[in-house]
């Protein structure tokens, strides 16, 4: 455990990574924070600050100098930012002007705290300097190995990083560069930290501990993030972020008070979702403004549709996560600049992976409505269109000829089954039900596309009435199971059969009493949407294929009249 910690520590960078770790580190070794990092904020040589009881029970006042990678020749002493430079601050000025008088009897220690280590070329500097100075403090210095052995000695010890947790994570990073590995032994150690039964109810861990509970998923989820991104599989670390933060929120919500200090630390977990996430999208960005740039990715063309429509659903939450945050009016601009940015990205893929429009699975509706509402709020309401002209000629086409519709099993066997079949009884059985027509009939009416509506409407009449339109709508139970797992067998109310009024005037009309009903209206049970993560609820959705509440699109009718 001591050398994935240490080769985890030495894959950290300075901002935001080593500097978020460390608070948490010496929380749980009992020293409390005075100061932490701020970026932009001149802090005379300190990153961070705190006040403690040290191993021989003196009390003292500790401030780290943090630094991403090795200390070398490099960064010893090389201008402003170097470690000298650093260490001649907080002699010179920090110490005679920043230390608050209830800590200028504490003892002193300066510590170097680095992701990677000493080199032998500036061990002797060192030496030197902190000898010339032993008067004004005492020194230390944290490499990467020394960090490690603290993490483990004081966040990951016996007491709440058991065993057989250890064994899954070892297990969980084994296995992180696979394709098709389903982190169960990652989930395991979630549910033991957290407190979770099978079933997402609380099962034996005290309250006092879930705190510590979660800062050991949190890292836990960092680890695994940086070892499948070293092997390439960032589809894997998003994934294991998602799960995090859900399983983290469905905890906090179990409680009857949650502690405030747990929304804390759910935000260092929100950090890291959206970290990873950045990375994620960086890495697709390029592929989306390239001709059929992901058909590398597979072969066969209901393969490719999957890996399609999976792309859109994780680029349009991405998206939509920087935006449905409740935020401070300028990182509000901020985050829409990106948002906008993804929203570029998902309508060159759209336009360049012509399989778009061809959804293979019901349940890529999930997929639709999530690239659809990023388009529409990021104002690209022209490609929005087009690709919903897309989607409602290819699904009113494969129901009429009933070959290569999005089969309601949402069944990999049955699509395969489905591709090479003529068998009529089969065609017949996985067509039963749709979710997706009357979503398609439903942003057709939004998109103000009647057109499009007027075939849908007339067409699930004549052509394929044997085809149950529906849709499912969440009641106040929904945030019981939401953020556990898929929530739609388990609460709510289906909506069905759904029959589309011959004109788009009257579906609206229905959609509006939707919006008007207290009994569905998720935005004002769900916790997430209480406290302004709204993204929270979609991302949701989308990893354990929940479809969307309509009235979180439904909505857009408001903003659009």
């Known amino acids: ?37 701020q970026p932009g904020v001149r802090q005379h040589g300190v990153d961070l600050a705190v006040v403690g009881v040290a191993d021989d029970g003196v009390e003292e006042l500790r401030l780290f100098v943090i630094k991403g990678g090795n200390i070398s020749r490099s960064n010893w002493d090389s201008g402003p930012q170097s470690v000298r430079q650093s260490l001649n601050d907080i002699i010179d000025v920090y110490l005679k002007t920043h230390v608050d008088p209830s800590h200028q009897s504490l003892r002193k220690r300066i510590v170097v705290a680095a992701s990677g280590d000493m080199k032998q070329e500036v061990q002797i500097n060192w030496d030197g300097y902190t000898k010339n100075h032993s008067n004004v403090a005492l020194f230390r210095l944290w490499g990467a190995d020394q960090i490690a052995v603290r993490l483990e000695k004081y966040l990951l010890n016996e007491n709440i990083f058991a065993s057989e947790d250890r064994t899954h994570l070892r297990k969980a990073l084994a296995l992180a560069g696979e394709v098709d590995y389903d982190q169960r032994d990652l989930h395991r150690l979630f549910r033991r930290q957290l407190g979770l039964g099978d079933g997402g109810e609380i099962q034996t861990q005290p309250p006092r501990d879930l705190l510590k509970g979660m800062r050991v998923v949190n890292l836990s989820t960092r680890i695994y993030s940086r070892w499948s991104e070293d092997e390439s599989n960032l589809k894997q670390a998003l994934v294991a972020c998602e799960r995090a933060i ?5 905890r906090i919500h179990l409680e009857n008070a949650p502690d405030p200090k747990l929304y804390n630390e759910f935000g260092e977990l929100w950090h890291g979702y959206r970290q990873i996430a950045k990375s994620y999208f960086e890495k697709l960005q390029h ?25 859109i659903g994780l680029m349009a939450t991405i998206g939509l996560a920087q935006i449905l945050v409740g935020e401070s009016e300028d990182a509000f601009k901020i985050r829409l600049e990106n948002a906008t940015v993804i929203a570029d990205a998902l309508a060159a893929l759209l336009k360049n992976n012509p399989v778009s429009g061809s959804p293979r699975l019901d349940q890529n509706v999930i997929d639709v409505t999530l690239g659809l509402l990023l388009l529409t709020v990021t104002n690209y309401t022209t490609q929005a269109a087009d690709w919903l002209t897309e989607l409602v000629s290819r699904a009113d086409y494969t129901f009429k000829v009933k070959r290569n519709f999005p089969i309601c099993t949402d069944s990999i066997d049955d699509l395969a089954e489905a591709s090479v079949s003529g068998d009529d009884e089969l065609q017949t059985r996985l067509m039963k039900t749709s979710w997706l027509l009357p979503t398609l009939a439903g942003w057709s009416v939004i998109l103000g596309r009647d057109d499009l509506y007027d075939v849908l409407a007339r067409n699930t009449k004549e052509s394929y009435p044997e085809v149950c339109l529906q849709l499912w709508h969440p009641t106040n139970d929904v945030v019981k199971h939401l953020y556990y797992w898929p929530a739609h067998y388990r609460c709510g109310e289906a909506e069905a059969p759904i029959v589309l009024p011959d004109t788009s005037s009257e579906y609206r009309e229905r959609m509006k009493s939707v919006l008007s009903s207290a009994r569905h209206s998720i935005n004002t049970f769900s916790p997430a949407c209480l406290k302004g993560l709204d993204a929270l609820d979609l991302i949701a959705s989308r990893h354990f294929r929940t479809p969307i509440a309509p009235v979180l699109w439904y909505k857009l009718l408001e903003v659009r009249e």
Do not use: T
């Not at 985890?8 to 080593?18: C, F, I, N, P, T």
């Not at 859900?246 to 469905?250: D, T």
């Not at 592929?287 to 792309?311: R, T």
């Open 246 to 250: 859900l399983w983290s929120w469905h």
């Open 1 to 37: 455990m001591k050398l994935i910690l240490s080769q985890y520590v030495r894959s950290l960078k300075e901002r935001d990574d080593l500097d978020r770790l460390l608070p948490d580190l010496l929380l749980a070794m009992g020293f409390v924070p005075i100061s932490k990092p």
């Open 287 to 311: 592929h989306s403004y390239v001709k059929d740039g992901l058909s590398g990715y597979c072969g066969e063309n209901a393969e490719f549709s999957l890996v399609v429509f999976e792309q």
